[in-house]
Structures are given as C-alpha cells and as structure tokens.
C-alpha cells in the first residue's frame, strides 16, 4: 500500500500568496517597530498553514506550506540585519532598503503562484493524455465538458466529451506501439477494441462514456466512501499513482489464494484489457480501495451497456467468458490458466 502524497500544488500556491500577503504587510509596517512586523509575518504564516489545510485537508500541506513561507520570510529579514550588512556591505546595503526587500518578496510571491498554476495545468494535461503519450504522432485529445453530476456528499465533478478523437489508425499505431514489447504483449488479454470516447476514469466512473480528469479521481474516492484495502475482492478498484498524481484506474476482477491477481481496465484512448495487477504499463506503485455502495457510476448515471465495469457475480466464469472469446489463441488460455 502506498499513502496519498502531499500535493505539491496547493503547497505552492498557498506559500506564495502568504508570501505576497506578508510583503505587503511589512511594506506597510516598514516604519513601524521590528516586533509588529514580525507578529505580522507570524499572523500571515498561521493563516497560511490554514488555508493549506482547508483546501486540502491535509495537514502535511499545511505544514509544508508554512515552512516554506518561514523559511523565505527568515532570509528575508535577515538580509536586512545589521551583521550581515557589515559583513558584506555592498550586498546587505542594498537589500536593507525595505522597499528593495519587500517588493523582491512580492514579485517571488506572484511568480510562485503563477508557477503553481501553469504547473497544474500541465499535469491535468499530462492525466488527460495517458497512452496516447506513448506514441508522439498523437497528443492530448481537446475536451469539452458535457455535463457535471456530482459525488455522493454532492461535490460536482465535469464530464467531458472528446471533441477531436484520434482516427482508428492513429489507435492502432498506439497499440501496435503498446504491442512492441513483448513483456506486456504476453500478459494481456484484449477484452474491448479501442474507443477514443473515454478515459480509464470515464470506463470506471461514467460506464465508458466520457472522459474525467485525473484531478477528480481523489475526490470521487473519498467523497463516494472508498477506502484503502490490503487485501481486495473482486469488483474492488486498483489506483495507479506516480508520486502525487493518480495516473489509471482499473476493476479488480479474480482473487483466488495463490493465484495472481487480475484487473480490467481501459488504456487511455484504446482498448480495455485484462492483466496481472502488476504488469500494467502504469507501472507498479497501486492502492486497493473498496466502496460499500453499489457499483462505481457516479449518482445520476444509469447502465447504458455492458461495458459498465460492473462488479462481475462470478469472477471465474466472466474470465472463462473472456478466454472463449479467442478460443484459439493458446497464449491467451495459458494465461487464464
């Protein structure tokens, strides 16, 4: 198992904005005693670790961004003290002047959130695009959103409809690219052809019908009462991660002691697959997590066809189902075996 990481984005964004709050304060307290702009700087440090928190609920973030915001504030008063200014005359007197100092401070302050924001564009991207990164003719597919339904506690989460998705070819040059390497070759059984209409967070949440981002899936989690699990069951769900970011979702579909354990899930823009819960191209860092509700779709969503992710009612026999699909293919049989 594999904790949730702290996001680095809301750690940024929240020590810059302190760090823009401070250096106003203390422009405007520059004549006033070093006591009351401190107590200024310490107030706009707590409110910073508060706001981390509330956003995320997560009180590592809250601390992180506070140290950050300590830390920058520190050096920045001490570039202003009076040793280090005759121990280095040229450089301390100019930063001495409050106005130098402080508007530094802003302009670091403003960067810092601007970075935060492009950062976490990028990364919504990076999600979004998944397989189709793996071959560099096909880049992120253009998104619209269709609708918005919401969670179970009734956070809303966007659907999105794919507004240019990649032609056939281009989704068979994706998967002849995935086909490549025969260590993933070998451990796959293909269970539905590849749809442009979905991600694998659309095929768990939405029953293959839209695609969701990457950046909700952490809600729809804990909002719809997932839970981490050391050992799962059939229709449970396997989270991919790399580091702070969840990268794939797939349904868990054979456990049986001794043997390996099988997940089904969809490849970003191609097709769905069966594997070993460790031979996904999403790597190996994976958590468990089981809902006491019923299904995965998001409220307001009903089955539209069988390729809802449903919980199957007798593993066994769904993959003896998937095996008599290519009932000649004797590396197929093998694996099921």
Same mark, same amino acid.
Not at 105 to 117: C, H, K, M, R, V
Not at 144 to 149: D, G, I
Not at 259 to 277: A, D, N, R, S, T
């Given at each position: 198992?594999?904790?949730?990481?702290?996001?680095?984005?809301? +750690?940024?964004? #929240?020590?810059?904005?302190?760090?823009?709050?401070?250096?106003?304060?203390?422009?405007? /307290? %520059?004549?006033?005693?070093?006591? /009351?702009? /401190?107590?200024?700087?310490?107030?706009?440090?707590?409110?910073?670790?508060?706001?981390?928190?509330? +956003?995320?609920?997560?009180?590592?973030?809250?601390?992180?961004?506070?140290?950050?915001?300590?830390?920058?504030? $520190?050096?920045?008063?001490?570039?202003?003290?009076?040793?280090?200014?005759?121990?280095?005359?040229?450089?301390?007197?100019?930063? %001495?002047?409050?106005?130098?100092?402080?508007?530094?401070?802003?302009?670091?302050?403003?960067? @810092?959130?601007?970075?935060?924001?492009?950062?976490?564009?990028?990364?919504?991207?990076?999600?979004?695009?998944?397989?189709?990164?793996?071959?560099?003719?096909?880049?992120?597919?253009?998104?619209?959103?269709?609708?918005?339904?919401? @969670?179970?506690?009734?956070?809303?989460?966007?659907?999105?409809?794919?507004?240019?998705?990649?032609?056939?070819?281009?989704?068979?040059?994706?998967?002849?690219?995935?086909?490549?390497?025969?260590?993933?070759?070998?451990?796959?059984?293909? @269970?539905?052809?590849?749809?442009?209409?979905? =991600? #694998?967070?659309?095929?768990?949440?939405?029953?293959?019908?839209?695609?969701?981002?990457?950046?909700?899936?952490?809600?729809?989690?804990?909002?719809?009462?997932?839970?981490?699990?050391?050992? !799962?069951?059939? $229709?449970?769900?396997?989270?991919?991660?790399?580091?702070?970011?969840? /990268?794939?979702?797939?349904?868990? %579909?054979?456990?049986?002691?001794?043997? !390996?354990?099988?997940?089904?899930?969809?490849? $970003? #823009?191609?097709?769905?697959?069966?594997?070993?819960?460790?031979?996904?191209?999403?790597? @190996?860092?994976?958590?468990?997590?089981?809902?006491?509700?019923?299904?995965?779709?998001?409220?307001?969503?009903?089955?539209?066809?069988?390729?809802? !992710?449903?919980? !199957?009612?007798?593993?066994?026999?769904?993959?003896?189902?998937?095996?008599? =699909?290519?009932?000649?293919?004797?590396?197929?049989?093998?694996?099921?075996?």
């Amino acid at each position: 198992m594999t904790s949730d990481p702290m996001p680095n984005v809301v +750690v940024l964004f #929240c020590a810059g904005f302190g760090l823009l709050m401070a250096a106003a304060a203390n422009l405007g /307290l %520059r004549r006033r005693s070093i006591g /009351l702009r /401190l107590g200024a700087s310490l107030f706009v440090i707590a409110a910073t670790a508060g706001g981390a928190r509330l +956003v995320n609920g997560d009180a590592a973030a809250a601390g992180a961004a506070s140290a950050i915001l300590a830390a920058i504030l $520190g050096l920045t008063y001490v570039l202003g003290s009076g040793w280090l200014a005759k121990a280095v005359v040229v450089v301390t007197g100019w930063f %001495r002047r409050p106005a130098v100092r402080w508007s530094l401070a802003a302009a670091l302050g403003i960067a @810092t959130i601007a970075g935060s924001l492009l950062f976490d564009d990028y990364l919504l991207r990076k999600d979004e695009m998944e397989v189709a990164a793996l071959d560099s003719g096909i880049g992120a597919p253009q998104t619209e959103v269709a609708l918005t339904v919401a @969670t179970d506690r009734g956070r809303a989460i966007e659907l999105r409809t794919v507004v240019d998705a990649p032609s056939e070819g281009e989704m068979q040059s994706v998967e002849a690219n995935i086909m490549k390497d025969p260590t993933v070759r070998n451990q796959i059984i293909l @269970t539905q052809p590849a749809m442009g209409n979905s =991600n #694998c967070f659309g095929w768990v949440f939405t029953g293959g019908r839209y695609w969701v981002a990457g950046d909700q899936v952490k809600h729809i989690l804990t909002e719809n009462g997932y839970q981490p699990v050391e050992h !799962p069951q059939a $229709g449970d769900l396997a989270i991919y991660r790399s580091g702070a970011r969840i /990268l794939h979702a797939a349904v868990v %579909r054979y456990v049986a002691e001794g043997q !390996p354990i099988l997940v089904e899930g969809k490849w $970003g #823009c191609v097709g769905v697959y069966l594997h070993e819960v460790k031979h996904s191209i999403y790597g @190996t860092v994976f958590d468990y997590y089981r809902s006491p509700r019923s299904g995965h779709l998001l409220a307001g969503l009903e089955p539209a066809s069988p390729q809802i !992710p449903a919980s !199957p009612a007798s593993p066994t026999t769904s993959l003896m189902a998937l095996a008599a =699909n290519d009932p000649d293919d004797d590396e197929d049989d093998e694996f099921i075996e």
